[in-house]
């Protein structure tokens, strides 16, 4: 597809993502600051790029970077298969693990990801997604939730389409996916 901006309808703007991103971040500091100052936050790749470097800039704790690429779609859906291009290079073991998503849809990325995450044997897991779909049950407990979304596919911020309208700065819906 060339980028076509006309097809884009913005969802979330710049603005209304700060927002959502600074929520989360003060629940995600309510929630360890009586438990830990310290915390192993992986960003799942790509998609979680943009998200992951704005929430950590606003958390009150010393966070050790940790990064997973993972991927498991063509175009507007999943494959069902989970290519790992990169693994964390820290052990989590004993770390508090918070686990940075972009979206939740069917729940593939993350079940694949927390089961290899709890090999280690990590002290705690938690994880926080910016947007999860509701459309279906995919059974992951999300701990912190950014916004709720239906059956779209969106794009910016971090999110593609065929690799690219990741670097729009807000997030829209691509009419006719
Ligand atoms: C997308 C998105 C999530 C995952 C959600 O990643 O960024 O990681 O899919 O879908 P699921 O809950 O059905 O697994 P994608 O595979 O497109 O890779 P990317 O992050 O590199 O774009
Ligand atoms: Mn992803
Ligand atoms: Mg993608």
Same mark, same amino acid.
């Given at each position: ?5 006309? =097809?884009?309808? /913005?969802?979330? &703007? #710049? ?5 959502? @991103? ?9 929630? +360890? !600051? ?9 960003? $799942?790749?790509?998609? &979680? ?8 800039? %606003?958390?009150?704790?010393?966070? =050790? ?5 993972? !991927? &498991?779609?063509?175009?507007?859906? *999943? *494959?069902? =298969? ?7 290079? #820290? &052990? ?10 972009? $979206? ?6 993350? %079940?694949? $990801? ?13 994880? /926080? !997604?910016?947007?999860?779909? *509701?459309?279906?049950?995919?059974? @992951?407990?999300?701990?912190? *939730?950014?916004?709720? $979304?239906?059956?779209?596919?969106? @794009?910016? +911020?971090?999110?593609? +389409?065929?690799?690219?309208? %990741?670097?729009?700065? +807000? /997030? ?6």
């Amino acid at each position: 597809m060339l980028f076509d901006p006309a =097809r884009i309808e /913005v969802l979330y &703007s #710049e603005e209304e993502l700060k927002k959502i @991103v600074n929520g989360l971040a003060e629940k995600i500091n309510e929630y +360890y !600051s009586p438990i830990t100052d310290e915390i192993t936050a992986v960003c $799942i790749l790509k998609g &979680s790029v943009h998200f992951y470097s704005d929430l950590l800039k %606003r958390l009150n704790l010393k966070v =050790r970077y940790n990064f997973v690429h993972v !991927s &498991s779609y063509s175009g507007a859906s *999943t *494959t069902g =298969r989970i290519r790992v291009k990169t693994w964390v290079d #820290e &052990s989590v073991t004993n770390r508090y693990v918070l686990l940075v998503e972009d $979206i939740v849809d069917t729940g593939g990325t993350l %079940r694949y $990801i927390i089961n290899y995450i709890w090999k280690q044997k990590p002290a705690d897991v938690k994880l /926080v !997604s910016l947007f999860e779909k *509701t459309i279906h049950d995919h059974g @992951v407990k999300i701990d912190f *939730t950014g916004e709720k $979304i239906g059956d779209q596919f969106i @794009v910016g +911020y971090g999110l593609d +389409y065929e690799e690219v309208c %990741r670097n729009l700065p +807000y /997030v829209g819906y691509l009419k006719g996916e």
